[in-house]
């Protein structure tokens, strides 16, 4: 199973990113995704996740600011985090997650929030 992440760089305090996640292969269409990140020196943490049926949930720190969403296409899906008002604390890199009968990971995107 391969993740494909893209969408990772360097924005200003209050920007915007658009981090996507590909996964290959229609059975993922009932897989749950999730986006985590790693901060400088700091634990992995849960961003946001998604359940096959879009059910959304989100880490306070998060809430209001960032948007998960999924487009379940044919033989592909493809996992989105619209993140908006990005604040320097949002600095980390960003992993696509995918739990179906086993777990799944990206190898990661860099975010930057700096000006």
């Known amino acids: 199973v391969q993740l494909v992440e893209s969408g990772g760089g360097l924005v200003q305090p209050g920007g915007s990113l658009r981090l996507s996640c590909e996964v290959s292969?229609?059975?993922?269409?009932?897989?749950?995704m999730a986006w985590y990140r790693q901060p400088p020196g700091k634990q992995r943490e849960l961003v946001a996740s998604?359940?096959?049926?879009?059910?959304?949930?989100?880490a306070d720190s998060v809430k209001g600011r960032f948007t998960i969403s999924r487009d379940n296409a044919k033989d592909t899906v493809t996992v989105y985090l619209q993140m908006n008002s990005l604040k320097p604390e949002d600095t980390a890199v960003y992993y696509c997650?995918?739990?179906?009968?086993?777990?799944?990971w990206g190898q990661g995107t860099q975010v930057t929030v700096s000006s």
């Open positions: 997650h995918c739990r179906y009968f086993g777990d799944f």
């Open positions: 998604i359940t096959s049926t879009s059910v959304t949930n989100y």
């Open positions: 292969g229609n059975i993922f269409n009932y897989a749950n």
